[in-house]
């Protein structure tokens, strides 16, 4: 089956950059998602890609897709003490077919 | 505003009573879902819908039901709760008619204890 897996925690410091890797094994998937969830709060979701796309570009937030190492990334420059939160990685063949999650990387920003 | 909301946000209940959490959103939106979060596990889909009457198991549907009579309501009912369904559970909508689930709204979750 289907499997996305996280780095469990990763720690930088303020107005450093900060990359979470996602891996994922469904070749088929054609849209690849990141979530962000605060402490106590739902899932938001931050930004998505395209599975014929390299890169995408949202502000802070880069995403980089290499599709033949089914290796997906979020860049998150200039990194805020508000960017704390777990960051999920997720994967979908698209309209409304199930999303699968990764485990969640927990980041931690440091002043 | 814009939401999908959860009922109860927190729940505590013995092994074989039935339960019912309710899902309700604001937005039109023909799809929603179920999943519920375990540390170290992530999120996992339990069920989903993609409008009225319209349902499908996601990756851990034992255990449970869920019922889309209307486009706004999508409760989960757990006929004999168990001590392994003690989780958070989130509820998603979204209207997404590029495929992406470019919208995808999260409730705020329910936090049930199964004794």
């Known amino acids: 089956g289907e499997d996305v897996e996280q780095s469990l925690f990763l720690s930088v410091r303020e107005g450093d950059s900060s990359v979470i890797n996602c891996t994922y094994t469904d070749s088929s998937s054609t849209y690849l998602y990141w979530y962000k969830q605060e402490p106590g709060a739902g899932l938001q979701l931050l930004t998505y890609i395209f599975s014929n796309m390299d890169m995408k570009q949202d502000q802070r937030l880069t995403v980089l897709l290499n599709k033949k190492d089914k290796h997906l990334s979020l860049r998150i420059a200039d990194t805020q003490t508000g960017d704390s939160a777990i960051y999920f990685c997720?994967?979908?063949?698209?309209?409304?077919?199930?999303?699968?999650f990764g485990t969640g990387t927990k980041l931690q920003v440091i002043p | 505003e814009a939401q999908v909301t959860q009922n109860p946000r927190y729940l505590i209940t013995v092994t074989g009573k039935k339960l019912t959490v309710t899902c309700s959103q604001n937005m039109n939106h023909e799809y929603m879902s179920w999943y519920r979060q375990d540390p170290g596990l992530g999120l996992r889909q339990i069920y989903y819908?993609?409008?009225?009457?319209?349902?499908d198991k996601g990756d851990v549907p034992e255990g449970y039901k869920v019922s889309r009579k209307e486009k706004r309501n999508f409760p989960l009912i757990l006929e004999s709760p168990s001590p392994n369904q003690t989780s958070l559970y989130f509820c998603?909508?979204?209207?997404?008619?590029?495929?992406?689930?470019?919208?995808?709204?999260f409730g705020p979750g329910t936090r049930l204890l199964v004794l």
């Open positions: 819908s993609m409008n009225v009457e319209v349902t």
């Open positions: 998603a909508s979204s209207s997404s008619r590029t495929g992406a689930q470019e919208t995808q709204y």
């Open positions: 997720a994967e979908s063949m698209g309209g409304y077919q199930k999303v699968t």
